[in-house]
């Protein structure tokens, strides 16, 4: 049992650390593969974008793992037995908001979704992620 969960549990974070490093990789190429002639404030903007969005994902692996040791021990127990179901509950219900708020606030130009999408994926992927996990914890 713990011994099962421990080892889930340094095998997630290695998983999250290559996602991380992945993450970072592709940001640092994508930055690298732009046109060298970017002036000083352009670049600052844009370690401060690469960082948020590594924060993003970060933030994203972690908050969809959290939920990896709930669902772990209700299926070893086979039992929900000791589960706030209050606390699943308003989770559920912020994440449902927090997500529709993101698409919600979408612009209206169709020549701004796409970016806007992806500039808010991680935030999206762990808002509706989790909620799609909590429906199994509950």
């Not at 692996?61 to 000791?82: A, C, D, H, I, M």
Request: charged share 10%; proline share 2%.
């Amino acid at each position: 049992g713990s011994k099962g969960l421990r080892n889930f549990c340094v095998t997630w974070i290695m998983v999250c650390i290559a996602l991380c490093v992945i993450v970072l990789c592709q940001l640092l190429l994508r930055n690298h593969n732009q046109s060298t002639v970017i002036n000083r404030s352009n670049n600052s903007l844009d370690m401060i974008e690469m960082s948020g969005f590594i924060c993003g994902y970060m933030s994203c692996v972690f908050y969809l793992g959290s939920r990896f040791p709930q669902l772990y021990k209700n299926f070893r127990r086979r039992s929900t037995e000791g589960t706030s179901y209050l606390l699943f509950a308003l989770a559920m219900m912020g994440n449902s908001t927090y997500g529709l708020s993101l698409v919600l606030k979408m612009p209206a130009a169709k020549s701004f979704q796409a970016l806007y999408f992806l500039h808010h994926l991680p935030w999206l992927i762990g808002s509706f992620g989790v909620l799609f996990l909590d429906l199994f914890v509950s």
